[in-house]
């Protein structure tokens, strides 16, 4: 960390010589590539408001730790949200159902019960209000190599999964006739997905987090021609929009969540107009 103080410290960037900011600078080039990564598979598998109900889920978790006074509730939130995603994995597996549907219960019933939690007791809701907008200026050096070590997980995790991930997406009858772990690959990918969803949660809000796994795929899907370019444009996306987002925030002294997600948001529309004028 201390190299990486130094290098922001030599240069003429005056919203990056205080410490919290290169933190949360060196968190959104950290973030947005997982974003980024995941966005794909989740847009292509129809799971768009599946980090929604996964943060829904990492929201009990934390109320769940606040109750119990653990002092880091981040880690009952995790652990929560992982076993969330392995029991919509199992019920999934076995229902009929459509995966928006089953998305729909999990997270209305999850929502509920973070609620129930928090105010049980006549408990104030006001305590977890930083859990819905978020702040990324808190970030921790800690925090930071945990997502770092969790970025290096998922990026494994596509190289050496991407190609049955898509199939399994896109046709998970085929993917099983030839050989794919469909059932086992969706659980991992779930898992990954509470694991990044409860880590930002804190840092970009709950109540525009899906957004960011959302648009950068939505966005490349525009204007990306093949597969290499709908992975590589959404990481690219994720990543520009993210340090733009952080810059309006420091100068404008906005939400820098909300202001990514703007960003992002402006982006899908202009490439959106390409994609039209384009055809």
């Not at 989740?42 to 599946?50: E, L, Q, R």
């Not at 086992?184 to 796994?213: D, E, K, M, R, Y």
């Not at 939400?255 to 055809?279: D, N």
Request: aromatic share 14%; glycine share 8%.
């Amino acid at each position: 960390m201390s190299i990486w103080y130094a290098f922001w410290d030599m240069l003429p960037f005056e919203m990056f010589h205080w410490n919290f900011m290169k933190n949360a600078l060196l968190a959104v080039l950290l973030m947005a590539p997982l974003f980024g990564i995941l966005s794909t598979n989740i847009v292509t598998g129809k799971m768009s408001f599946f980090s929604d109900a996964l943060g829904h889920s990492a929201f009990t978790g934390i109320a769940i730790g606040a109750i119990l006074g653990i002092a880091a509730p981040t880690v009952v939130a995790v652990i929560f949200s992982v076993l969330f995603s392995l029991l919509f994995s199992f019920v999934r597996a076995k229902s009929n159902h459509a995966a928006d549907t089953l998305i729909g219960v999990f997270s209305s019933t999850a929502v509920a019960l973070g609620i129930f939690i928090a105010t049980y007791g006549g408990g104030s809701f006001t305590k977890y209000n930083q859990y819905l907008i978020g702040d990324i200026l808190s970030v921790t050096s800690l925090e930071l190599l945990l997502l770092f070590f969790v970025l290096i997980g998922v990026l494994v995790f596509w190289l050496f999964a991407s190609n049955k991930m898509t199939l399994t997406s896109i046709y998970p009858q085929l993917a099983s006739s030839r050989g794919v772990p469909v059932h086992l690959t969706q659980t991992i990918f779930t898992t990954l997905i509470a694991v990044v969803v409860t880590l930002s949660i804190s840092w970009v809000g709950l109540l525009i987090l899906n957004s960011l796994l959302v648009l950068p795929a939505a966005t490349s899907r525009n204007i990306a021609k093949n597969t290499k370019q709908y992975h590589g444009y959404s990481v690219l996306i994720a990543l520009i929009a993210s340090i733009i987002g952080l810059c309006i925030s420091y100068y404008l002294g906005t939400s820098a969540g909300a202001s990514i997600s703007l960003v992002l948001g402006i982006f899908f529309m202009i490439s959106f107009l390409f994609r039209k004028v384009g055809g």
